[in-house]
C-alpha cells in the first residue's frame, strides 16, 4: 500500500504542487493521501486530476489583498483570507473551482490534518466527510496560530494541522501503507528555531493551553519524524522529498520568483517516485 504525505508550509506548499503536478504528468496514483495545512490543498487537486491549478493559487492568487495581509485582517480577523481560498475561490462559482466529483470519484483514500484547539490533539478529516463547496477541512488545517483565529467547525475550534501533526507518518503506517513518500518544504539538514513558536504558544496559552502545549513542542516532534522518515528511507520503505534550497521563502512569503523555482524543484523531485515505486 503506497502513501503520500504533504507537510505543507504556507506558501512554501507551492514544492508538493510542483510534485504532485510531477505525478499527474508521470500517471503515479496512490493509495493514501496525506495533508497537512497547504499540502491538504495540494493534495484535493491531485485527486481531482487539477494540474497547475495550485500553481496559480501561489503565483496569481497568494498576491491578491482578500487572500492574505493586512487588508485581510483587518475584514476578517485573519491574515489569512481562509474563506476567500477554499470558498470564494474554490467553490462551483468560485473562479477556479475545485472538481468535487473528481475528487470524490478518485479511488485514493484521503485525509486532512487538523487541531483541535481545546485539546490539542489532531484530527484527521476524511474524504468522505467533505461536501461540496463546503471546504471548511482544508481551512481549518490551514489555520495558522496567531495569524489566524481558530476556525469553528460545527461548534469545534481548530487550528493548524501541524500543530499536533506536523508529519503523519504514523498516521500513514497505522493505515498499511508499507511505502511512504514524505514531502518536506524546507531542507531536510536546516536547523529550526522555536522562537516563533514559543511566541504563538504564549499568545495561545491563556485560552488554549493544550493547543500551546502542542504548539511548543511541535518542532521537536516535526524532527523526531523526520529522523524516522530517513530512517525509513535507508530501509527503502519511504522516499522524502525537500528541496536543498527554499530562497529565503517563509510561511507566507510572496516572492514570485522564489515560488516559481520551488515549484521547478519539486517538480523535478517528484520525477524520483516513478523510481521508487518500481523498486518494490
Known sequence: MTGIIDVGG??????????????????????????????????????????????????????????????????????????????????????????YDAMMASPTDFEVVATDAETGRPVYFKKQDMTRDRYVFFMASCCVPVVCRPYDVDGVKYLDGGVSDPVPLERAIKAGCDRIIVILTKPVDVPISNKRNALAAAVLRPRYPQAAKSTEKCNAVYTENVKKALALQEQGKALVLAPDSISGLKTLSTDLGALQLLYEKGYEAGAKIADFLQKQ
Open 10 to 99: 504556507g506558501t512554501r506548499g507551492v514544492f508538493g504542487c510542483g510534485v504532485f503536478d510531477r505525478c499527474l504528468d508521470d500517471g503515479i496514483s496512490f493509495d493514501l493521501v496525506i495533508g497537512v495545512s497547504a499540502g491538504s490543498a495540494n493534495g484535493a487537486s491531485f485527486l481531482a486530476g487539477q494540474r497547475g491549478r495550485n500553481y496559480r493559487f501561489y503565483t496569481e492568487y497568494a498576491f491578491r489583498k482578500e487572500y492574505m495581509g493586512v487588508s485581510t485582517l483587518l475584514h476578517t480577523g485573519s491574515v489569512i483570507g481562509l474563506e476567500y481560498i477554499y470558498g470564494t475561490l474554490s467553490n462551483t462559482d468560485g473562479e477556479y473551482p475545485l472538481d
